[in-house]
């Protein structure tokens, strides 16, 4: 399979519609539920809440945003791939460079019903250590850990 050419950049406000249709739909199909929070509340958590504990990555392909991800030295809170997108290596190359800068040891939680985030993670050195309801949408979901060997 061939890896689509694209570049990863720090989050900048004025790709925040972008980013947030691309997540929003990316969550959407993940889990078979709409969004929640508004269109509108949903740019100000990106613009406002996510910088302030996170740092923001953005994957682009041809100026257009195709991945995100949020992320500190121990912890990713959002890792989403445009639907067009996903399975081609972008969350891989995202992965990798979130773990470059990593403490050597992160968590994350995923949504129960999204297997492929499961199998994604799993691929990649994640594993379970925890299951509980913490989300908004009240769904079940595992919570994961990487340890750097």
Known sequence: MNRPIFEIIHYKPKYAKQTVQMWRDSKEKAIKQKEIHSFENHIYFLNHILPKQYQI????????????????????SQ???HVDYQGMGIEKVLLDKVK????????LRTFEVNKNAQRFY??????IIG???????NLPDIK??????
Do not use: M, P
Not at 100 to 107: E, P, Y
Not at 144 to 149: G, H, P, T, V
């Open 57 to 76: 990555n953005l994957a682009f392909i041809d100026k257009q945003v195709v991945g995100i991800a949020a992320y500190n030295d121990s912890e990713i």
């Open 122 to 127: 799993e691929k990649n050195g994640f594993r």
């Open 144 to 149: 994961y850990e990487w340890i750097d060997k």
């Open 131 to 137: 299951r509980g309801c913490e989300n908004e949408e």
């Open 100 to 107: 470059a800068q990593s403490n050597g040891r992160l968590t």
């Open 79 to 81: 890792l989403y791939i």
